[in-house]
């Protein structure tokens, strides 16, 4: 990572020593992938009224150029437009760079900024950003540097998080004032303004429902496949190239990184999703439940509220953040298709997953919903999930720092039994308590913030059949269509 550049200076600020920032989650991509991921949060700009900030780093002006004609577009819709790069001929001589709102900083040769490939999106209802740097010569190793353009690999991070967008054009704004201390000052009272609608209480950024977060999600996954699609147009479900293995790996991580964003939102429960996943994947354990069926337990888990994604109406209605209850699927209607579950079908290798969460919430004597299932109607790993979610939620309003936590995991587990034969299954609770007894006894499960950035193992098709057998033969028995 080369020093002095914008990806080094916000890596330093999450290092280890700085226990009010959480370390970064790094990873590698290959330029078509960030070419379809950029252009996928760039339309986003172009479907709404964002009026954002926006500031790129293009590495060199003849990438600029390539892009100028729809530069311009998202210029009509932004309140500013910073184009970083070191210049070619014509970087200045385009028409979109003399428009009001569009600013061109030409980086000097040994500027490191020059490495990088920025995309970083600020407003009160929009934030993204892409932060990557182009691998060295000796990082590509003894293959050398790819002929073909598409295939360079840079290494970074992208996010929707908002503190993180804001901390990075912040960077951004202050390594602009090296080259045009004026813009730096315009930028600064555009960002100042913009800043406390950010960090305010219900900022629409910070609120993923299916209209907002749901769309651009849908988005970065077609424009993903699509470049899959022209790279190898005879790919199959499953990847068979590294490239086509990074595009897909991407497609999981525009989900991951919504489900962290909704995580992030629940100040009284911020770390549900990863407690969750830990939790079913030590019940799977418990179980003897195969490899491949514990991946997807883990993945459930870190995906399960996106099944709470809200239309926008009824968050703005209610003034109030994503709920992680399960009250949100009961008011679904018998079908399974719930708006939030119908974003992840975008998806086809999540086929499974979605089925997994559209079932969270049915009940073991069948008075639950979507679908109305009973018994082993139900899948094992939407029971599973139900279950963990439900306990570790239990627990979450039991944390205090007078109460043992000895004390609330039994209390959560006797909220559980209470509800078992009729909401849960009386196996999967005896499991649970289980469990419990080795959590107060000392077990540790892992508490840490998933590596998103290779999450691609966890997604395994075995067995998707398996669970699309018995999903199907537990819907003959009901009026649910279309799985």
Known sequence: MLEGSILDKLRSAHQTGHPDRRPLNFGVYYK???????????????AADYSPVMLTAFQRGKWYLEEADRYGEIAGRSRQVVILAAPDAGFGEHPTSQRSNVALVSLAADDPVAQEWHLVILSPSYTAMVLCQELSVADYGPGGVPTEDLERKFYGLWTFEPSLVLETVELLVDHVGQYNPALQQQLSTQVEAIAPLIQCEGAFCSVPTVEHMGDIIAR????????????????SLLPTSSLDINLTSSELQAFLRVAELIDQTDISNPMVATEVAALA???GQLLDLPSWQLHRLRL???????????????????????????????????????PGIQVLRKMQRLSAI??????????????GQPAG????????ESRILGLVAEFQQSVAQRRAPEVVLEEALAEALAHCQAQQGDRWDPKLVEALGLLVIAL???????DALPKIASGLWLMDSRSQEDLQITYEDAIGHSSVVNP
């Open 220 to 235: 970065v996954v077609d424009y993903l496949q699509i470049r899959q699609q022209v790279a190898s147009p005879l790919t």
């Open 300 to 338: 459930a888990g870190l995906l399960h509220r996106l099944a709470f994604l809200q239309p926008i109406d009824r968050v703005l209605s209610s003034g109030t953040s994503v709920s992680a209850h399960a009250e949100s699927l009961a008011e679904a209607p018998a079908c399974p298709l719930v």
């Open 354 to 367: 979605a089925t997994i969460l559209t079932h969270q919430a049915e009940w073991w004597n069948g008075a």
């Open 32 to 46: 078509n992938t960030l070419v379809a991921l950029c252009h996928a949060l760039e339309d986003a700009i172009l």
């Open 281 to 283: 994947e030590a019940m």
């Open 440 to 446: 107060q006894q000392g077990l540790s499960l892992p």
């Open 373 to 380: 299932l009973a018994g082993d109607e139900i899948p094992i």
